[in-house]
């Protein structure tokens, strides 16, 4: 009779059985604790997270590390934007990377600007009007800004990349870092004839 009742329970669904439940509950649980937005919801510290935003361009997105002052951030990121809009003709931001330097226990930031000009000029011509406009820029975050403590400027120029003469290799840029007051020019670079 034992052997019957042995062979029945054999026979029985999986669903039937009582560790088939157990199994079940253990793996919702663990799909439950390691999915992304349990995950999202259990950091609260924003700190050394990357986002992307929207930039005023449609194309193109800003990318913004969080640490302690977003709000600094946020101004930085606008200040830039509204100066290009407002003093820049034929430029355009393509790419704006905003970085958080609070190892020294101060709110100071590393700013990196990726732009886009597209006028159609000689080479020397363009380098006067980018060398004036990134200097420019500088000086309107060392005045507006002064928790900016490094600025790095990156120029692609369409018109040249196709009909220019090439004498030097990377990207056109000009990086300033703060000097008292204001900015100084520690670097730069034109790569066309």
């Known amino acids: 009779m034992t052997s019957e009742s042995e062979s029945k329970s054999n026979q029985q669904p999986i669903y039937k059985k009582w560790w088939f439940w157990v199994i079940i509950v253990i793996a919702l649980v ?25 930039s005023t361009d449609t194309d193109t997105k800003t990318e913004i590390t969080l ?5 600094s951030m946020r101004e930085i990121e606008s200040t830039i934007r509204n100066r290009a809009a407002e003093k820049y003709e034929d430029a ?16 100071d930031y590393t700013v990196m600007v990726y732009l886009n000009w597209d006028k159609k000029n000689k080479s020397a011509t363009a380098k006067e009007m980018l ?23 990156y120029w692609r120029i369409p018109y040249l990349q196709e009909n220019g003469k ?3 290799n990377g990207e056109n840029y000009w990086i300033y870092t703060k000097k008292s007051n204001g900015m100084t020019l520690k670097d ?6």
């Open 166 to 168: 090439k004498v030097g």
């Open 30 to 54: 663990i799909i439950y604790a390691v999915s992304p937005k349990q995950q999202e919801s259990q950091s609260s510290e924003p700190d050394n997270q990357a986002v992307e935003t929207p």
């Open 92 to 107: 355009k931001i393509t790419e704006l990377l905003i970085f958080d330097e609070t190892d020294n226990g101060k709110d």
């Open 67 to 71: 640490e302690y002052s977003e709000g």
């Open 188 to 193: 730069k670079n034109w790569i066309y004839e």
């Open 131 to 153: 060398e004036t406009y990134s200097s420019d820029l500088a000086a309107t975050l060392a005045n507006e800004r002064p928790n900016v403590d490094a600025v790095n400027i």
